[in-house]
């Protein structure tokens, strides 16, 4: 796995090694998903930048889950982000939940009541809403604000207890609701929630706000930089006044940095949509290869190296800004052109025969699998007199600069034999069903033939032991930038188009996400969903052809 590029972040880190708050083996990270939901990308970035920062400095990283809101979280999500993290390539050195800490934390919020910090208040969360103000105008303190600490305790312990219904009681600190940072504005704490946890069962009917929870979590688990999203920027004075004012943390504690979130062209980087999107039936489930979470990535077919090798070089940024998509299909292609077999795959046949081919006959071509490889493995395909070309590689009326199948022209089989094309049969309805070709026994590839050139070269399949399978040619499901507005209405429909296909009998023996570069038709991954015995399913991975390039150096 590679290693992070030097960067604002690992400069602050140099900065607080070289004062002595942290030494260099100390260092620790951690990555803190919610389990309410599947990973996408944009979690991918997150995950590189936790434990690839931590790893720069021999440091460790913690998975922790952010387990505060009982509604939304599942132990199916639990599951799901312990497999995306491992298939990227990352060991966390602890796994860890917030729930573990409940007891700590509700320890923790009865010693800010009782330092005067921190209140039961009983408005409604409209009342709360509209007392806050806005940037604008000042926040009105509430009428709870003056309970007397014995009061807040007795309230506070009876919450704990269940007496009160969800909504109808919340803990706040008690801070200024006159900030210019709203999120100082007496900030809720606690919840009272009647909900299952998934994790601590009927235990708690209070819930930490993640805004107290997290600064807490990184505390006690010695955590030196909390690296976060840069939405959490304005919260960061709520981070540090917690921890100012509990005794447990006066010395040593983390220190919160935040980066710019990725944001990529035409997708959807919202767990709340991607969820809609899955509810509706828009999808298949959380890991259709048209979605940008890690396990659609995952089943489509695209490497983990080549994600990582994406979030590192886009590197790590103050300021948020919108990725080209099509640079992380530049990295896919990148990784995939070593490492994938190129084989003949045909997705739209038609007929082709050879009139001056022996009937019958079947000889054995040898072919390289990866012509990029030197020294690579070869095998052999079947060629006869019967083949299925590509319908796109024929043109019975060519245009300008056309170099493939038409009337009376030739071209090279590829790793084959030049054929010309010299009969078209159409059926009833005057579609092109078959051509009629003859060969030039002569030029058989890797003879040495040098006779004469020609322009175009196309692939084939041998008609009589080719394999049927089935081929997903995916589309991005969205054509266009998404706002919350419009975002089902923007849904490509044209996401997936389905058909069948024929490849050479070499694949027979292709199994669940392996990956193949069809001949000119892009990269494909056997889909381990929906491929059966009697079924080989592949998924487009990319195609071959890029709109997207590097910037010089």
Not at 139 to 168: A, D, H, Q
Request: hydrophobic share 35%.
């Amino acid at each position: 796995m590679g290693e992070i590029k030097s960067n604002f972040i690992t400069n602050e880190i140099d900065k607080d090694i070289e004062k002595g708050v942290y030494d260099k083996d100390e260092i620790y990270t951690r990555f803190p998903p919610e389990p309410n939901g599947f990973l996408h990308i944009g979690h991918a970035k997150a995950i590189c930048i936790n434990f690839l920062t931590a790893k720069k400095y021999g440091g460790k990283t913690n998975l922790r889950f952010d387990d505060t809101n009982p509604a939304k979280e599942d132990t199916m999500y639990v599951k799901s982000i312990k497999e995306d993290i491992s298939w990227l390539g990352f060991d966390w050195a602890k796994e860890l939940h917030a729930s573990n800490y409940f007891d700590k934390m509700y320890a923790y919020a009865v010693e800010l009541i009782e330092k005067g910090l921190a209140y039961v208040d009983d408005q409604s969360y409209e009342e709360m809403k509209k007392n806050r103000g806005n940037l604008a105008t000042p926040g009105v303190n509430s009428p709870y604000r003056y309970r007397s600490v014995e009061e807040n305790l007795k309230l506070f312990k009876e919450m704990k207890e269940g007496k009160y219904e969800t909504g109808s009681k919340v803990l706040r600190a008690k801070i200024d609701m006159a900030s210019p940072n709203m999120n100082m504005r007496d900030p809720a704490l606690y919840r009272v929630v009647h909900e299952e946890h998934h994790n601590t069962k009927d235990d708690w009917c209070i819930y930490p706000m993640y805004d107290f929870a997290h600064p807490i979590e990184d505390a006690i688990e010695g955590i030196t930089h909390s690296l976060c999203s840069l939405e959490f920027e304005d919260h960061r004075p709520l981070y540090d006044w917690i921890l100012d004012n509990l005794d447990d943390y006066k010395e040593k504690r983390p220190r919160q940095i935040e980066f710019a979130r990725l944001n990529l062209t035409n997708q959807v980087m919202s767990k709340r949509y991607l969820r809609q999107l899955v509810d509706e039936g828009y999808v298949d489930g959380w890991d259709d290869p048209r979605m940008p979470t890690i396990s659609g990535f995952r089943r489509r077919g695209v490497t983990p190296e080549a994600i990582v090798n994406f979030c590192e070089e886009i590197g790590v940024s103050k300021s948020n800004s919108l990725v080209d998509s099509g640079m992380l299909d530049h990295f896919i292609r990148d990784d995939l052109k070593l490492k994938a077999d190129r084989v003949n795959a045909v997705l739209n046949p038609l007929k082709l025969t050879i009139t001056n081919y022996p009937e019958g006959k079947i000889e054995m071509l040898e072919m390289e699998n990866n012509q990029d490889i030197e020294g690579g493995e070869k095998r052999e395909v079947p060629f006869g007199r019967e083949l299925y070309v590509e319908r796109e590689d024929f043109m019975e009326v060519p245009v300008k600069k056309y170099f493939r199948l038409f009337p009376g022209n030739e071209v090279r089989l590829r790793g084959a034999y030049f054929v010309t094309c010299n009969e078209v049969i159409k059926d009833e309805n005057g579609e092109v069903v078959e051509l009629k070709c003859t060969y030039d026994p002569e030029t058989k590839s890797g003879s040495g033939f040098t006779g004469r050139k020609v322009k175009g070269t196309i692939h084939w399949v041998e008609r009589t032991t080719a394999i049927k399978a089935k081929a997903r040619l995916l589309e991005p499901l969205f054509n266009t930038e998404v706002s919350s507005e419009n975002f089902l209405d923007t849904v490509n429909t044209d996401s997936l188009n389905e058909r069948e296909i024929y490849l050479e009998p070499f694949m027979k023996k292709a199994k669940a996400g392996e990956r193949f570069q069809f001949v000119r038709n892009g990269y494909f991954s056997v889909d381990p969903k929906l491929t059966k015995e009697d079924e080989l399913v592949f998924n487009r991975i990319v195609s071959l052809k890029s709109s997207w390039r590097p910037p010089k150096k």
